[in-house]
């Protein structure tokens, strides 16, 4: 199975860090690159895969996987012996997919929020409570540890590093130091600093193809 992992990607979406864990666990895989500026995402071929239109999208063999945390969980799962996923009987099994959770569900609908300037809904309807309640829980599971469960770098630190990044290079999440250390380490990574790099590189390209078809 695992050398039929194809990813369908976009550079500088959410798919790049899906393709920072395919690099961190050394997987064969193929990237199907979509041109977003030119729509690429919105073919009947494309959305018989995703119905959204949205990257990234994961398949393998005949199974089809969307949504970024689930390709996350599966891929470390898939791969095991990197070591980037906690068994089941381990008890930091529980946290692990506590903290991918709490980055989809909590962390990026607070900064999607704050980002477009909309009014925090009522604590008793919201699914995130309010945006500091978010960024001081991740500040105080950052302190623990180098990584989010403290030692052990997994799968999920891949998640919350390029979270983290985005959210604060456009200047929404907050500069905590505990963040701003974190950061900085998971920049350092080779596979971070590969696929950045290419990402750069591709949508370079691909700004070039929208000019050239007049849709830039």
């Not at 999607?112 to 960024?135: C, N, Q, W």
Request: with cysteine; glycine share 6%.
């Amino acid at each position: 199975m695992a050398d039929q992992v194809e990813l369908f990607y976009a550079p500088q979406t959410r798919a790049t860090g899906v393709r920072v864990l395919l690099e961190e666990l050394g997987a064969p895989y193929k990237l199907n690159v979509l041109n977003l500026k030119l729509g690429e995402n919105r073919t009947s071929r494309y959305l018989a895969v995703n119905p959204a239109g949205k990257v990234p999208a994961l398949r393998v063999g005949e199974a089809v996987i969307t949504e970024q945390v689930a390709i996350y969980v599966y891929l470390a799962d898939l791969f095991p012996e990197k070591g980037l996923t906690p068994s089941l009987d381990d008890p930091l099994r529980g946290p692990y997919l506590r903290w991918f959770v709490h980055m989809a569900s909590c962390f990026e609908p607070a900064l999607i929020d704050r980002a477009l300037k909309r009014e925090e809904p009522p604590h008793s309807m919201s699914a995130y409570g309010s945006f500091d309640t978010v960024m001081e829980s991740m500040r105080a599971q950052l302190a623990k540890g180098p990584y989010v469960l403290g030692e052990r770098m997994t799968a999920v630190d891949v998640l919350w590093g390029m979270g983290l990044r985005w959210g604060t290079m456009f200047g929404i999440v907050p500069e905590f130091e505990e963040f701003t250390a974190y950061i900085e380490r998971f920049a350092e990574r080779p596979s971070v600093v590969k696929v950045l790099q290419e990402d750069q590189n591709m949508a370079r390209e691909q700004e070039d193809a929208a000019v050239q078809a007049g849709v830039a």
